[in-house]
């Protein structure tokens, strides 16, 4: 039995190095934690060069950031079947270390995500020259990692993260990192909290209120720290007046054409009626989702297209077909998932006797979230599949770019998680990379399938 001592992503990569050299089993090797990376007796072998899939270095290095030891162990096991003859491991979703790998990864990916929502900086009271800290208790190893974010976001502020396992501080030129310290070592409140207090009660929105989903995207653990969190009771007190104010005097938004119900036939009837936005003068008609009421899974695109707002049906166009293509070849069955917009209806330019699609503006796409929100509430998918970048930003902000999360799964408030992928016109309109590109949506599809799979197997 070869014992190695590891505490970094480093120093992982240096013994796992070794122990390939020597061709040492992953059972014959015994992991420990250790304060420090270093040589062990697993480095004396000569180190040879291996090859490995990049998209596993990727995963190591995130997965290296997981609280749980076992990591170290599972990292190497993996490392050792690729390197003998499992090249594709990383692909079975449905292989038990695979699929351990996976959630490590996601299981950090979200509390990055969490971490960069719910630090809240505190003015430090006589800092000259001014200065922020935070305290912050993150479920993994994330600080070293999510530092050099928050350097890029608030690079013009002196700050100071604390966390019970590690700190940073930025002085607006360099980042250094020091030990953790308790939730007492943070600064009292200050009348920076008032501003967050002001900003979360004018952004609530108590139309769309999902108690258990708030506090499964807002943990309540981390309640103590954000200074929001106390508007919660009142917020949610006062929801129904708010909600009747919002439908009077909001002049771009559905909302007030949205029923409260949770059928999809009554949403249905509903849509033609809707004069939330402007687009409903000039389309043909409305296009709602179509599939089933109870689906695992909502694809969600952009707005309808031409052939869509002729024939009042969703995914019925170009960009429809060749999404009913790559869903075949890759395994998902379109009559099981339901399928949806962003926008229901169609904006476009006239050019001649042509009809030109034309890009939903943010307010456009903020108007008919009630729809698209009533939907998921609705359906309560399991997974929700983003077609483009108009369909992901509108779920999960403004922020996400599709061109570096496509194919991740996240956890969201409508679905157990969501992934998104390109939308199938991007292809149409790639020219001569459109076979490339076709090819890399069906592996994102394949991905989803497999995830869907999951899922089933489940229920």
């Not at 007030?256 to 004069?275: D, G, K, M």
């Not at 994102?444 to 489940?458: G, S």
Request: charged share 25%; proline share 6%; glycine share 6%.
């Amino acid at each position: 039995m070869t014992a190695v001592e590891v505490s970094d992503f480093a120093g992982w990569r240096t013994a796992a190095r070794h122990l390939l050299a020597s061709d040492t089993p992953p059972d014959q090797v015994l992991w420990t934690p250790g304060l420090f990376s270093g040589e062990t007796e697993a480095g004396a072998a000569t180190q040879t060069t291996t090859t490995v899939p990049k998209e596993f270095l990727q995963t190591a290095k995130t997965v290296a950031l997981h609280r749980d030891d076992r990591k170290w162990p599972l990292l190497y096991r993996v490392l050792y079947r690729l390197t003998h003859g499992e090249r594709s491991l990383l692909k079975i979703d449905i292989d038990d270390d695979t699929r351990e790998l996976n959630l490590m990864e996601k299981a950090i990916t979200r509390d990055m995500h969490k971490m960069k929502a719910f630090v809240r900086f505190r003015r430090v009271q006589g800092a000259e020259p001014e200065e922020f800290v935070a305290w912050h208790r993150p479920d993994h190893l994330i600080v070293e990692a999510l530092a050099p974010w928050f350097a890029d976001r608030f690079g013009a502020m002196r700050w100071t993260i604390l966390t019970p396992d590690r700190s940073a501080y930025w002085d607006t030129n360099e980042l250094r990192f020091g030990p953790g310290v308790p939730r007492s070592e943070a600064p009292p409140a200050d009348e920076l909290e008032d501003l967050w207090r002001d900003y979360y009660a004018s952004i609530f929105n108590p139309a769309r209120v999902k108690v258990k989903a708030m506090k499964a995207e807002m943990p309540v653990r981390h309640w103590a720290t954000l200074p929001e969190a106390q508007l919660i009771s009142s917020l949610l007190a006062k929801a129904d007046t708010r909600v009747n104010q919002m439908a009077t005097s909001q002049k771009t938004s559905a909302a007030p054409f949205v029923p409260a119900t949770r059928s999809i036939s009554e949403l249905q009837i509903a849509a033609p009626n809707c004069r939330g936005c402007e687009l409903y003068e000039h389309a043909t008609q409305v296009v709602f989702g179509e599939g089933p009421s109870d689906a695992k899974v909502v694809m969600v695109g952009e707005q309808p297209g031409d052939e869509e707002d002729m024939k009042g049906h969703p995914f019925i166009g170009p960009a429809g077909r060749l999404l009913s293509k790559a869903m075949h070849e890759s395994g998902l069955d379109r009559e099981k998932i339901y399928v949806t917009n962003a926008v229901k209806h169609f904006k476009f330019i006239e050019r001649g006797k042509r009809r030109i699609h034309a890009k939903p503006t943010g307010i456009e796409i903020s108007a008919c979230r009630p729809w698209l929100e009533a939907e998921l509430a609705s359906i309560e998918p399991e997974l929700i599949v983003c077609l483009g970048a108009t369909a992901a930003q509108a779920l999960m902000g403004r922020e996400f770019r599709v061109t570096t999360d496509r194919g991740k799964f996240f956890p969201h408030r409508w679905g157990k998680e969501l992934v998104a992928t390109i939308h199938p016109s991007a292809i149409l309109r790639a020219q001569e990379r459109a076979e490339e590109e076709y090819a890399l949506f069906v592996k994102d599809l394949q991905l989803i399938a497999a995830r869907v799979a999951e899922l089933d197997k489940a229920s």
